[in-house]
């Protein structure tokens, strides 16, 4: 005692220690993209784009009044109120930034043009030398005069010097000028871009500067015909964040307490009851901390672990607490019997998920990880510390009467009406899996997304009035420096061009007039930085052409312009503010790799041909619509590939536990049954398969196998005798099948979509499973084993 | 690309307009008479005052309109800027570059890329529910037989751009005697109308246009 006490408390410390430390990194990943496969294309280009493009700290508040004056002046006033919260807000911008400051437009301009190629230059720096001057500004009056567009009056106005006309065909502008990024066509509904002044830590972080924005914006706006959205990446992530948040400790909290429902209604004990829900919690907090120390992020599926973990390491509880209590010896003996089914079920359970590491989905191998690492720490608790609780419990209540349900899982009644139920439930999910067929396949984005969520919803506001681009594919082009992308943009360009005349492309736009052209620059700026010594002589001309002074001062400040860049080392990139915002998602430029981006609508029916026909190395065409349909392809492919292997695994495993072919033949016969009834059900259901409910399979295949495991291992030792082992298991089986299917059903009610289908799906299977095994295993067994059926007839 | 959106819209201010009653029986008549209208053509002479520049420029012009949905504009003596509608589309054509740019009519009224035709646009509405429909009016002055009308229209859009639309007419003939439209920035476009003649037979083929050696694309409307 002397010794064991020091011993335990330092364990005590360690576990305290290791949880701590592992609760405390627990973070959550959001992002969908990092539960599939990184060497898919359509992944790939999607995850560049979201590492470059999204706005982590950019939240989109959405306006919508009745009167474009009233979205207009609200949007003001809720940028000003922003505004006033510097600790806050970086910056929120309701409107363009040229359109307070056009000045800065200057250096736009002058980036393109100096983009263009050396003739153009050289033409426009003709076009401005003393001989031809007078010459190129009549010809401005001329069309200042004559022009029907009036983009281009207003351009010219202020151009005098068409320096503008270098970038070509203005013509091409026009359309993409009455699109705007902050209002609708009709002016009813504005947005503004609310930037955080601080980088969020952790979810949590983010969840209460939204919820703070929130009240400012609340505050500022009490009109009730005025409706605010909320949405961008912070407003996801404190959604979604939270709903995961919420999915886990709900989901996990109602598992515990359907346990203790199911435990208390079987067996009629409060202590050990106690003791056991003390159980599940330390294994969860255990599971959770060492998830937190060992994963990264944890993904939406891992959030779903959490109540799986519960409902799978009850099992071991259960089948502890049910040897204890015919028990008679001590507590290492009870520790000894129980190993062996311990020791095989979690051993095949924890084999099958950690397999799933071999898997190329990250998604996966986190589930696999959480559950694996879940079930050892399960089976530890339950064999060393449950199992000395138990035995304790037991000494002090000997004598006590079995309850109505312990009494009534020994009843032979029960176990033939039940097999005939089971029979006719099993008939009757084949015969819909006859009719209906398979159910459907889905693997759209809708099973990604949260079924509830605020952000989303304002997106979906956001496509309908502002711009719906989710039939358009993006454009992501990705090279070491600005030569390779713009190599690579001229291929795309001409890809584009050449399916467009296809007739595969509606239209496109590309990043290529705003990508620096670095031999242009160079070859350019020698020619356009003298122009700042003549502008007294530009000026001049320019008046005595007609114009007024200010309509010379665009001009000037490109000239100015080119002037300073004349010393700055190339490749050169525009840095202004305003600039910076028209750049921001058209073009990444820092860090070691440069990406550019172009939005293609394509023809209906052309997309994957589209796709193939564009992507090169370096250039990926992708959308959701698009990663959807890969997945189609390509998910189900490498499910079965992971669950053959895994059904590999677990025959192998099952081979040198049985030493019987003709059990484990029916091992496989009940699973391939239990799936199949499954189908049946879904289809009946109208459910389909999706990513999250095709990993509900492996998860069938690493814990529903349990109970058939069980049962045979049962029938081995009692020798052959079948209802020998459902007397014995018959009620641990249904215990752990109710509680693992509690587990699921919990997460059946997950906001998450995805993750509900697989909480369903698994309810199900488990339930059918359980089913199955108890009551149609044993009969098929003792029908192929006469003297098993002897055993049965013999009077008890 | 939408990076130059900012230089289109230097003119931008922003308005304060009161409404007040006004007495619509002229415009009413206005748009009654044009229910006969069968046939238009004019001489028109159109100056531009536009806040960059120190004087107007004034540029003459014919224009020729049939029902229902004729039309020929030019501008420039020889034309340097033509417009041509036949049904639902548009050509707006540069024979100096020889190109033209084809529009859609129910595309450009829907992107408010109308802004470029409207001055063309004509007969203005259908009648006056229609005009209610579209336009705000803003003042409507009678002297002897001249109408002064100042409209703007409903489209927010065009309400950024523009301060107000403004028609002079014969209440008599219901003849247009100049259009114009102002901008936010204080510049305008006017053109004054001459040589009105009303339902006179116009030979078909001024609605034709050869297009031998043209460009012709489809306008990024």
Known sequence: ?796 | MRSLLPFLCLFCAWPALAAEPLDMTPVKKWLAKQEDLHSVQADFTQTRALRALRSPIATPGHMWFGMPDSLRWELGEPAKTIVIRKGDTYYLIQPARKRAERYKADSIAKKGGAMGFAMINFPIAKDFADFNRQFETLSVTVTDDHCHLEILPRDAQAKKMLQAIKFDFDTTTGHLLSFEMATRDGSSMRSDFTNVRMNQKIDRHVFDYDFTGYEVVDGKN
């Not at chain 1, 010594?533 to 490109?558: H, Q």
């Not at chain 1, 299977?765 to 295993?777: E, M, P, T, W, Y």
Request: aromatic share 8%; net charge neutral; hydrophobic share 50%.
């Open chain 1, 1 to 796: 005692m002397e010794k064991t006490k020091p011993r335990w408390i330092a364990i005590i410390i360690a576990l305290l220690v290791f949880t701590g430390a592992g609760l405390s990194r627990i973070s959550f990943n959001v992002d969908i993209l990092k539960l599939l496969p990184t060497h898919l294309p359509q992944v790939k280009g999607l995850s560049l784009f979201l590492k470059h493009f999204s706005q982590p700290k950019e939240l989109i508040v959405t306006v919508e009044a009745p009167t474009s004056e009233l979205a207009e002046s609200t949007a003001d006033a809720l940028a000003d109120a922003f505004s006033k919260h510097p600790d806050l807000v970086q910056r929120a911008v309701a409107r363009a930034p040229w359109e307070k400051r056009p000045a800065d437009l200057s250096e736009l301009l002058a980036f393109l043009v100096l983009n263009q190629p050396p003739e153009k230059i050289r033409a426009l720096v003709n076009s401005l030398s003393p001989e031809q001057a007078d010459a190129t500004l009549k010809s401005s009056v001329e069309k200042l005069g004559e022009s029907i567009s009036p983009q281009e009056v207003a351009l010219l106005s202020y151009d005098p010097y068409n320096v503008a006309g270098a970038l070509g065909d203005l013509g091409s502008f026009a359309g993409t000028a009455q699109q705007s990024e902050f209002s609708s066509a009709d002016g009813t509904f504005r947005v503004l871009y609310v930037v955080s002044a601080h980088n969020f830590p952790n979810y949590k972080a983010a969840i209460a500067w939204v919820n703070q924005i929130k009240q400012i914006a609340h505050a500022t706006v009490t009109d009730s015909a005025i409706h605010l959205g909320f949405t961008g990446e912070p407003a996801f992530v404190a959604d979604i964040s939270g709903s995961m948040e919420w999915d886990m400790t709900s989901s996990g909290f109602v598992t515990l307490l359907v346990i203790a429902l199911i435990f208390y209604l079987c067996y009629r004990r409060a202590r050990p009851l106690m003791e056991l829900q003390a159980m599940l919690v330390l294994i969860f907090t255990l599971s959770l901390a060492a998830a937190g120390l060992f994963l990264s992020q944890l993904t939406v599926i891992g959030v779903g672990c959490a109540a799986i973990m519960i409902g799978l390491s009850v099992d071991y509880g259960y089948f502890v607490y049910q040897r204890s209590l015919h028990h008679r010896g001590t507590v290492g003996e009870l520790q000894r019997q129980c190993v062996q089914n311990i020791a095989w079920t979690s051993g095949t359970t924890a084999a099958v998920f950690f397999a799933l590491n071999f898997s190329s989905l990250p998604g996966l191998s986190q589930l696999g990880n959480l559950v694996g690492i879940g079930v050892v720490f399960g089976a530890i608790v339950m064999l060393t510390i449950y199992a000395r609780l138990t035995m304790r419990f037991h000494r002090s209540q000997e004598g006590r009467p079995p309850s109505i349900i312990e009494r009534l899982f020994v009843t032979p009644g029960f176990w033939r009406k039940g097999a005939i139920l089971t029979a006719v439930i099993v008939f009757f999910l084949l015969g819909v899996l006859a009719v209906k067929g398979l159910p459907q396949p889905d693997f759209s984005a809708r099973t990604l997304r949260p079924r509830k969520s605020e952000a989303y919803v304002a997106l979906d506001r956001l496509y309908a009035r502002l711009t719906d681009d989710r039939d358009m594919l993006s454009l992501v082009v990705a090279g070491k420096d600005e030569a390779e992308v713009l190599k690579r943009l001229r291929l795309a360009e001409n890809s584009l061009s050449a399916a467009e005349a296809r007739g595969e492309v509606k239209s496109f736009r590309t990043a290529l007039p705003l990508w620096p052209a670095v031999g242009n620059q160079r070859a350019n700026l020698p020619l356009l930085a003298p122009l700042a010594k003549e502008i007294p002589r530009l000026r001049e001309r320019a008046v005595a052409a007609g114009f007024k002074d200010e309509a010379f001062v665009l001009d000037e400040a490109i000239f100015q312009q080119w002037a300073a860049w004349a010393n700055v080392p190339t490749p050169l990139w525009p840095t202004n503010d305003t600039s910076r915002w028209i750049f921001r998602r058209v073009a990444s430029h820092e860090g070691d790799q440069l990406l550019a981006l172009g939005m293609v609508t394509p023809m209906p029916g052309h997309e994957d041909a589209l796709t193939a026909a564009v992507q090169s190395e370096g250039t990926w065409l992708v959308s959701w619509n698009q990663l959807g349909r890969e997945l189609r392809h390509v998910i189900p492919c490498e499910f079965g590939h992971v669950i053959m292997a895994l059904s590999a695994i677990v025959i192998l495993l099952l081979i040198i536990a049985f030493r019987s072919i003709r059990a484990v033949a029916l091992f496989v016969l009940t699973t391939a049954l239990v799936l199949a009834c499954l189908a049946g059900a879904m289809s009946l259901l109208g459910m389909g398969w999706n990513f999250f409910n095709l990993a509900a399979l492996l998860l069938l295949l690493g814990t529903g196998t349990d109970y058939s495991i069980l049962l045979l291992l049962a029938m081995k030792r009692n020798g052959g005798d079948a209802p020998a082992a459902q007397r014995e298991l018959g009620l641990v089986i249904c215990l752990c099948a109710f509680s693992a299917s509690a587990g699921f059903g919990t997460i059946s009610w997950a906001n998450h979509i995805g993750l509900a289908s697989l909480g369903q799906t698994c309810a199900l299977g488990l339930v059918l499973d359980a089913l199955i095994s108890l009551f149609l295993l044993p009969r098929v067994w003792a029908w192929i084993h006469p003297h098993a059926r002897a055993v049965e007839e013999m009077p008890r």
